[in-house]
């Protein structure tokens, strides 16, 4: 059974830094692409970025509004993965989401990142 464990939200001023993490068990982790989504308030779960597998070669693709400012990595040692967010927006505010895209209702509980001045 697969389990997404997110951690690192939380309330920051308009361009500041906040690094997500997502522990992820019950997979065979360095198999399997993994994405973030975020919902932010009252609208819908949207895309914000993807790393492919191992053997896929850790490809990254970012949504438009975040490229530039948001990285993605894996640590497949440790079975987890990473949202470096910088120069964050208010617009960013939203709860993160962290997802195998390959393994149907694979979600972790979200974790809030707040961007308030």
């Known amino acids: 059974q697969v389990q997404l464990v997110e951690s690192g939200g939380g309330l920051l001023q308009p361009g500041g830094s906040l690094r997500l993490s997502c522990a992820a068990s019950?997979?065979?982790?360095?198999?399997?692409?993994m994405a973030w989504y975020r919902q932010p308030p009252g609208k819908q779960r949207e895309l914000v970025t993807t790393?492919?597998?191992?053997?896929?070669?850790?490809?990254?693709n970012y949504a438009d509004s975040v490229k530039g400012r948001f990285i993605i990595s894996r640590d497949n040692a440790k079975n987890m993965v990473y949202l470096q967010m910088n120069s964050l927006k208010p617009e960013d505010t939203a709860v993160y989401y962290c997802?195998?895209?390959?393994?149907?209702?694979?979600w972790g509980q979200g974790t809030q990142v707040t961007v308030s001045s």
């Open positions: 019950g997979m065979d982790f360095q198999m399997y692409s």
């Open positions: 790393i492919t597998s191992v053997l896929g070669g850790e490809r990254t």
């Open positions: 997802n195998v895209p390959g393994i149907e209702g694979a």
